[in-house]
């Protein structure tokens, strides 16, 4: 079935370090792929999106591409402040049904020391 | 962007209680809602898939009879977890969604405690 996978966490980094976190997808058809992050003690918020091959999603300094060819959707941003520790997810859609049911990766935590 | 309240946000209670959560889209109207289980350290599991007016659809090994959902509206839903025990603690939240490349929007999340 459709899965997502994405690196382990923590992951810990100074303060304007370069970030990256992998994810990578399984899915039958053409899935609509997501970055949503969350705040301790909140709810997700959705930070980017990409809904076809080779889209970039960007927002907030955050930029991830969909990647048919590697199956991949890996979230990167140059420059990380303190404020953006959180938990990341990375997410696909399904287009069975049309309901937009989405398959959460495990999350990856994100500690940003100054 | 568009906002959802669910609440209570958190809630402490002997076992046995029945506990009502509610989840109100304040700005827009979805047909679809989500609920989602979260343990700590982990991912979000769906729970069921309510669209307005119908049954929920539950996902494999999701008990319907302990957890009840109500789609009243296309603006509010809401999941009573019925004789709560111990192992019915987590967190709990809810998403209105539609298409399958529209984002959903998520609550804040309520943190359920049985005693």
């Known amino acids: 079935g459709d899965s997502v996978t994405q690196m382990e966490g923590p992951v810990t980094l100074s303060e304007e370090a370069f970030l990256t976190i992998n994810c990578t997808y399984t899915a039958t058809g053409y899935p609509s792929l997501f970055w949503y992050v969350q705040y301790p003690g909140e709810g997700l918020q959705l930070l980017l999106k990409?809904?076809?091959?080779?889209d970039k999603g960007s927002n907030k300094g955050f930029e991830a591409t969909y990647r048919k060819e590697t199956t991949s959707f890996h979230l990167e941003k140059g420059s990380v402040q303190v404020s953006d520790s959180a938990v990341y997810f990375c997410a696909l859609s399904t287009r069975s049904g049309n309901t937009g049911k989405l398959i959460f990766g495990q999350g990856t935590t994100l500690q940003v020391k100054p | 962007g568009a906002v959802v309240s669910q609440h209570p946000s958190r809630v402490i209670c002997k076992s046995g209680t029945s506990v009502k959560i509610e989840c109100r889209s304040l700005?827009?109207?979805?047909?679809?809602m989500f609920w989602y289980r979260q343990f700590p350290k982990q991912s979000l599991m769906l729970m069921a898939t309510s669209n307005e007016g119908s049954k929920a659809t539950y996902e494999q090994g999701v008990e319907k009879d302990k957890f009840l959902i109500n789609h009243a509206s296309l603006t509010l839903s809401t999941l009573t977890v019925t004789s709560a025990h111990p192992e019915d603690s987590s967190f709990y939240i809810c998403?209105?969604?539609?298409?399958?490349?529209?984002?959903?929007?998520f609550g804040d999340g309520t943190r359920l405690s049985i005693l």
């Open positions: 998403s209105f969604g539609g298409h399958s490349n529209q984002p959903q929007h």
């Open positions: 700005d827009f109207q979805a047909t679809t």
């Open positions: 990409a809904t076809k091959a080779d």
